[in-house]
């Protein structure tokens, strides 16, 4: 038995095929085809438009919530990216990643 796992990386259609090799004897002596449909679901955010903090203070943290909303029949996944410029101000998400499942 052999377990073969299909991640996609991009919204398309694929149509590729699974080629087998055995050592020593050949390659690509069996060939199956994998045929696959990948959709993106439809997100939103919850509120709309931008976070609006007002006025801040240096190091004192400000709290607000952003909701992910699913609004599509599929599930969806969702990652945090960490900030390149520093400089910026800092983000500290409760969750880094996490799925958000289908309506």
Same mark, same amino acid.
């Given at each position: 038995? %052999?377990?073969? !796992?299909?991640? /996609?990386?991009? *919204?398309?259609?694929? !149509? ?6 055995? *050592?020593? %004897? #050949? #390659? *690509?002596?069996? &060939?199956?085809? $994998?045929? @696959?449909?990948? @959709?993106?679901? +439809?997100? /939103? ?6 976070? +609006?903090? #007002? !006025? %801040?203070? $240096? ?11 699913? &609004? /599509? ?13 520093? /400089?910026? @101000?800092? $983000? *500290? =998400?409760?969750?880094? &990643? #996490?799925?958000? =499942?289908?309506?």
């Amino acid at each position: 038995r %052999v377990q073969v !796992d299909f991640v /996609s990386l991009h *919204e398309k259609k694929y !149509d590729v095929r699974l080629a087998v090799d055995l *050592e020593g %004897v #050949g #390659g *690509e002596l069996l &060939t199956i085809p $994998i045929y @696959a449909q990948c @959709a993106v679901p +439809s997100v /939103s955010f919850e509120p709309h438009g931008t976070l +609006s903090y #007002g !006025d %801040v203070f $240096i190091r004192y943290p400000f709290h607000q919530s952003l909701y992910l909303h699913n &609004t /599509s029949p599929l599930p969806a996944k969702f990652e945090v990216m960490p900030q390149e410029d520093k /400089s910026r @101000a800092e $983000i *500290e =998400p409760d969750q880094w &990643t #996490g799925t958000v =499942p289908p309506c």
